[in-house]
């Protein structure tokens, strides 16, 4: 049986389940302790303002005092007072940027915080002389997330590598659909000029060697997205497509093979091509966002 964690949202299954008072279930050590320490310092509206978001899992905090000792080179003099960037893993939300606020602003000492939830680069303003830096990292791990060094071009990197993965896969996209398109022209036409049974069963065999890669490779995303949205009992729109694409191209298959039907191998390719170059579009958008931001930030 499933259930879903009272911090991080994500659902779990019940053997593995810690249960606190009140009946709250919480899928390790870490939610738990993180839920106790939000609510007992008055931040319990997070939970609010997270509404059906989820989180990652919470770390357990194990060695966290030897891990904040690792962030004190990073430290930068800003004038009178000291600066850190920093990378926090775990942002998934405009709640995430609230909690981290409310909780780093609640230390004495602090001065500034801007947080980018694109990059999800934090930049902390601070007085060294009433706090020190590795009392800013146990805070951080105590709501939930995990600082990590930041290197400027670490996330762009990231996005980069991104870009040509989607480039590589809209390619393929784009050369097997404008090739089905042809064959599909080809068969369509076939109705009012005749076409013989063994040129039709042809063409569907080639329609479906080109759109067998375009679902299973470009459409590898909309597979992991909607992996995700079945997971999370949260539909979405990976989950639609996917379901669309697979539907017609299993049908298409069986109509192949019993030719008791037409195929629609053409359908699936545009689908799946189409939807994709929105998502690739989406990558570049990102990119050229983060290029901006870090620029405004440094």
């Known amino acids: 049986m499933k259930c879903r964690c009272a911090h991080c949202k994500q659902s779990f299954d019940e053997s593995a389940m810690i249960e606190a008072k009140g009946g709250l279930k919480f899928c390790c050590v870490g939610c738990k302790g993180v839920y106790e320490i939000l609510n007992e310092s008055g931040l319990g509206e997070f939970y609010e303002r997270l509404g059906k978001n989820t989180l990652n899992p919470a770390s357990s905090g194990a060695n966290v005092k030897n891990l904040a000792a ?3 080179e990073l430290v930068t003099k800003e004038g009178e007072f000291s600066k850190i960037s920093l990378l926090i893993d775990g942002i998934t939300c405009s709640a995430c940027i609230w909690l981290l606020e409310k909780a780093l602003f609640s230390l004495p000492g602090i001065l500034e915080v ?3 939830s694109l990059s999800q680069k934090a930049v ?6 009433e706090l020190l830096v590795e009392q800013i990292i146990e805070k951080i791990y105590a709501v939930g997330y995990t600082p990590k060094a930041y290197a400027a071009s670490q996330k762009e990197d990231e996005l980069v590598k991104k870009r040509r993965n989607f480039y590589a896969k809209a390619l393929v996209g784009v050369f097997a659909t404008m090739n089905i398109m042809w064959l599909a022209i080809a068969q369509y036409g076939g ?3 005749g076409i013989r049974s063994d040129v ?3 063409l569907s065999f080639a329609q479906f060697v080109l759109a067998t890669p375009v679902l299973f490779y470009t459409g590898s995303e909309f597979f992991n997205g909607a992996k995700i949205a079945i997971k999370n009992a949260s539909p979405n729109m990976d989950l639609l497509v996917i379901t669309g694409a697979s539907i017609t ?4 298959i069986f109509a192949m093979f019993t030719r008791s039907g037409e195929s629609y191998f053409d359908s699936v390719a545009m689908i799946i091509t ?3 170059i929105g998502k690739f579009l989406e990558i ?3 990119k050229k966002a983060l290029e901006t931001s870090n620029f405004l930030s440094d």
């Open 249 to 252: 191209y299993i049908y298409s």
């Open 114 to 116: 801007n947080i980018n």
């Open 284 to 286: 570049l958008g990102k």
């Open 274 to 276: 189409f939807v994709f």
């Open 124 to 129: 902390i303003v601070y007085d060294e002389q």
């Open 191 to 193: 109705y009012f000029s």
């Open 70 to 72: 690792n962030f004190s």
């Open 200 to 202: 039709k069963d042809l």
